[in-house]
């Protein structure tokens, strides 16, 4: 089981680090990747990253201002967002590529349908 902390309200330019923690299952032989959905969009991928944490990919919307990492002997991976800004709005998901050990991470791997094992999901609302 994920599940996915650190959500809040922010000011635009504020910054938070979401944690995502697992419990009975180990994450470091997984592709971990996170995700947000806005109220009436579908869920997109932020941000993925392999079991070493050697390979990263980043969203057009968030490259330079997020930050993916892994700290495999705590099972949790980061999400630390800076410069947030009001469009960033959205409940944050973290979950595992459903093939262990994938290594490979590019667009194609932060595709949605690749990952299970969804947390519940954490708000994050950027507003002044």
């Known amino acids: 089981q994920l599940v996915e902390s650190g959500g809040g309200l922010v000011q635009p330019g504020g910054s938070l680090r979401l944690s995502c923690a697992a419990s009975g299952m180990r994450l470091d032989s997984f592709t971990i990747g996170w995700f947000r959905q806005a109220p009436g969009k579908e869920r997109e991928g932020v941000s993925c990253?392999?079991?070493?944490?050697?390979?990263?990919h980043y969203a057009d919307s968030v490259r330079g201002r997020f930050t993916i990492s892994r700290d495999n002997a705590k099972n949790t991976v980061y999400l630390q967002m800076n410069s947030l800004k009001p469009e960033d709005t959205a409940v944050y998901y973290c979950?595992?590529?459903?093939?262990?050990?994938?290594?490979?991470?590019?667009?194609?791997?932060?595709?949605?349908?690749?990952?299970?094992?969804w947390g519940p999901g954490t708000q994050v609302t950027v507003s002044s």
């Open positions: 990253m392999n079991p070493s944490g050697g390979n990263t």
């Open positions: 979950a595992k590529h459903r093939a262990i050990g994938w290594q490979s991470v590019d667009a194609e791997t932060c595709i949605r349908t690749n990952y299970i094992d």
